[in-house]
């Protein structure tokens, strides 16, 4: 998955950030608060018609995605709120650009790219929920091919192509293979029981 090979590959980048912003007495939720601001600021470059504004904006949000966690492992803060919080805020974000993009096309009354941005939407809070339920479970179920930050290079490119019904659709198509890739990886883990 992407998120492993950023973390190893990227940690040159993100851990002297991480320090920084320890220095300056930042915590890992008020990062994770930042990061979403700045999604709701791209939310607006989309809803305005400045996609390609909003897909370079995205790619600093993201950057602050990646730091929050970064600045826990460092700082060695692990606790279940912390971990609640960066899911929550990440659905928020999400949620905020994909209406966006759904908002937008309605206004251009493009009812297609609106019919996508809901199903990207509901596609990609499964992949979260079926992870979520069964880990409730105590099952494994972090398989897929869409997961978050999949979603999230997709999105960046389709802001910066300025193609939102291309990008709506195959984040669609990765997140509706991911919860399928997730189910079936539960019922392999229960089929027996």
């Known amino acids: 998955m992407i998120t492993n090979w950023g973390r190893k590959n990227l940690k040159f980048i993100l851990d002297p950030i991480a320090d920084l912003l320890f220095k300056l007495h930042f915590t890992p939720n008020g990062v994770t608060f930042l990061g979403l601001l700045i999604t709701a600021v791209v939310a607006y470059l989309i809803v305005t018609g400045h996609l390609l504004a ?11 995605d990646a730091i ?5 492992r460092r700082i060695g803060i692990r606790n279940p709120f912390g971990a609640f919080w960066d899911s929550t805020l990440d659905r928020m974000g999400e949620t905020f650009v994909i209406s966006a993009l759904g908002y937008q096309a309605a206004l251009q009354g493009n009812y297609i790219t609106v019919l996508l941005a809901f199903t990207a939407l509901m596609t990609s809070y499964l992949v979260s929920y079926t992870r979520a339920r069964a880990e409730g479970l105590d099952l494994e179920c972090n398989v897929g091919i869409g997961t978050r930050v999949e979603r999230f290079v997709v999105m960046v ?14 984040i669609t198509l990765i997140a509706g293979i991911t919860v399928i890739q997730r189910i079936h990886a539960v019922w392999q883990q229960t089929r027996n029981t």
Request: hydrophobic content about 55%; glycine content about 20%.
């Open 68 to 72: 929050d966690g970064t600045l826990a």
């Open 54 to 64: 909003a897909g370079l904006l995205y790619v600093v949000g993201a950057g602050a």
């Open 157 to 170: 490119l389709t802001l910066l192509l300025q193609q939102p019904a291309y990008g709506l659709g195959f």
